[in-house]
């Protein structure tokens, strides 16, 4: 099983849209690039990786912010469940093994309820992501908030 983001079209064809997203402010239900658009983490997702070919169009349906207070069960799964990608990953072990373009599913409250994109790279390590109230960044792996906190890790293939 090869990785969608092997080559290094791809890659660029990544990167080129973490570039595009950076700055966009968190909005719920939204995925429309640059400051004055939003996008949530899942819109975000869905979107970078369907711009580069990895995966068709996602539609999902959405949950409150506050589900995953109240809920054990994850919202990211709709994501990892949706039609148009479940067929296309795997699930990724060992931390070791993580590649660019990897989906991280991190836990908050009760279950995975934040997803990103694992970025290893001229400037390291990172998570891409957009958190409630911020814009879309870059997190640091292995740092707070993120340490301790990431649930599940992603690869998407051809």
């Not at 836990?107 to 957009?130: A, F, I």
């Not at 879309?136 to 993120?146: D, E, F, K, Y």
Request: proline share 6%; hydrophobic share 40%; charged share 20%.
């Amino acid at each position: 099983m090869t990785p969608f983001y092997s080559t290094p079209e791809r890659i660029a064809a990544l990167d080129a849209q973490v570039r595009l997203w950076m700055g966009t402010p968190f909005r719920a239900g939204s995925s429309v690039a640059g400051p004055l658009g939003g996008v949530d983490c899942v819109g975000l997702q869905a979107a970078i990786h369907t711009a580069t070919g990895a995966t068709q169009a996602i539609e999902l349906p959405r949950k409150p912010l506050d589900w995953h207070l109240h809920h054990d069960n994850s919202a990211i799964l709709d994501f990892f469940h949706a039609p148009e990608i479940r067929k296309k990953l795997i699930r990724v072990e060992s931390y070791d093994a993580y590649q660019h373009g990897d989906l991280m599913a991190v836990r908050t409250g009760l279950c995975e309820h934040h997803l990103g994109t694992w970025l290893n790279d001229s400037r390291g390590q990172h998570l891409l992501h957009v958190p409630i109230g911020g814009t879309v960044q870059r997190w640091s792996i292995g740092v707070a908030p993120l340490a301790g906190k990431i649930a599940s890790v992603w690869r998407i293939i051809e």
